[in-house]
């Protein structure tokens, strides 16, 4: 029964006054946590006393699948001496990482602690798709050696511009711009095994699967609708007529599975379709956001963030109220978000400024801009949340920096060019092993209920 220990440590100054707990299952069955919380009289009594003041009993899931990862916050530690235990059993225990994080005073990190098991861990086996606009093909990227694996030819005249894969990894679903279809590719061999027509005029931009992977939804920009996919059958169910003029772009399913969040880019709101009557239930106007395009969820569901790419922000809405709770400014021209599997982190893809903007999602306040040698279009992270792939456009010298339209929004100009050479890239989402599912955060708990929101 491994046993994982941070030891005694004696709370000096800067003083830590709380800790985040992160477990991940990296092994291939279940494995039990138990989270222990201890103090002792003094540092140098070791364990010969400890004494237990918080506990909690964590089910973590095999790895890649929704609940293989467990974050815990907000943990009281404002003591002299204070230490974490965490033992774990079941056929994976020697696989559990743990990560400890001391917080101190202002949510300021003092020290990291990473407590890792060696033995059978599932490597990372992921690959990513990344849709090529212009040259009518799917990168598809080996992440574990970050070599490119595989190009699918899509027909020509595609113009794919959003990828959605299936919660078991099999299938990727591709919205094609330009021919108004969906294709449908077989992730085992990298084929198109069925093609979708859309309604004429439908001008997919954006496409999410539901949890279960029952249905996907596609975002219409050229007829203000959204498609209903029946990914058994692979076929259009009907199409959810929005206002006139909402334009949809990108859009997102809870992850619960019963609402889909529509970024209606030309009226600057967010229509709330039900997946039981595929009917729109609710619209959220933005507000002073323009150009709403893409829409991401924490974990847990709590928030949807928002990507105005016009305004240059991004909106953070309460599912629950469906409230508007805060706009943080983010770049310049954000194209794409995605949050960390933990749900501590929101990676937007900032155009214009060569960044990717970091956000705490605990406070909603921009963490770091990380700069890039190209201009970011979109975000996915591997499940583990240990690596973020970013597509990029390269920088051209004759770039400007933006121009409006004759529809009076701001576009990115000069002819920009993508990594892997490829003129445009789109949301690049990431496949899971075969048969395994795309991990979450927050594995069950049988004492207390942890927050999702990390630091």
Avoid: C, W
């Avoid at 005073?105 to 849709?131: K, P, S």
């Avoid at 060569?354 to 279009?377: C, H, K, Q, W």
């Avoid at 400007?400 to 100009?413: F, I, L, Q, T, V």
């Avoid at 920009?416 to 092993?433: C, N, Q, S, T, W």
């Amino acid at each position: 029964m491994p046993v994982y220990d941070t030891g005694p440590i004696e709370n000096r100054s800067p003083r830590t006054t709380s800790l985040v707990i992160r477990l991940m299952n990296g092994g291939r069955d279940n494995a039990i946590a138990s989270i222990q919380a201890y103090t002792v009289a003094s540092a140098s009594e070791g364990f010969s006393n400890p004494i237990v003041y918080e506990v909690y009993l964590v089910h973590l899931f095999p790895f890649n699948t929704q609940e293989s990862t467990f974050s815990l916050v907000d943990l009281p530690a404002d003591l002299d001496v204070f230490g974490v235990r965490v033992v774990t059993s079941g056929l994976a225990g020697d696989n559990v990482s743990v990560a400890v994080t001391q917080i101190g005073a202002g949510g300021t990190v003092i020290a990291a602690r990473d407590l890792t098991g060696e033995l059978a861990r599932v490597g990372r086996l992921l690959f990513a798709y990344n849709a090529n606009n212009s040259q009518d093909t799917l990168t598809v990227v080996n992440t574990e050696a970050n070599t490119i694996a595989a190009t699918v030819a899509l027909p020509a005249g595609s113009s794919p511009i959003g990828v959605a894969i299936t919660s078991d990894g099999t299938r990727a679903y591709v919205a094609n711009f330009g021919s108004d279809s969906v294709a449908v590719v077989d992730t085992a061999s990298n084929a198109v095994t069925a093609s979708i027509a859309l309604t004429p005029g439908s001008t997919p931009a954006g496409i999410a699967v539901t949890p279960d992977s029952l249905f996907a939804y596609a975002g219409n920009l050229g007829n203000d609708t959204v498609s209903v996919i029946d990914t058994v059958a692979n076929v259009l169910l009907t199409d959810i007529q929005l206002a006139a003029g909402s334009r949809p772009f990108g859009l997102a399913v809870t992850p619960d599975g019963l609402r889909v969040y529509v970024a209606e880019s030309g009226l600057n709101a967010i229509a709330i379709i039900s997946t039981v009557t595929n009917s729109v239930i609710g619209t959220i106007p933005l507000l002073d956001a323009l150009l709403p395009i893409a829409v991401a969820f924490l974990p847990d569901g709590s928030r949807a963030y928002v990507v105005n790419q016009n305004s240059d922000s991004v909106t953070v809405v309460d599912t629950a109220s469906d409230a508007i709770v805060t706009t943080i400014m983010a770049g310049v021209l954000p194209f794409g978000v995605a949050v960390s599997p933990d749900g501590s982190r929101a990676f937007v893809a900032g155009n214009l400024s060569n960044s990717v903007i970091v956000i705490n999602t605990a406070t909603d306040a921009v963490l770091m801009e990380i700069t890039t040698a190209g201009r970011p279009v979109s975000a996915a992270f591997t499940p583990d949340g240990e690596l973020a792939y970013v597509s990029t456009q390269l920088n051209r010298r004759d770039r400007r920096h933006r121009r409006r339209g004759r529809d009076g929004n701001r576009h990115a100009s000069g002819g920009p060019r993508l990594a892997f050479d490829r003129d445009y890239a789109d949301p690049i989402v990431l496949k899971p092993p075969t048969a395994r599912k795309t991990a979450g955060s927050g594995g069950r708990e049988s004492s207390k209920q942890a927050s999702n929101h990390t630091i």
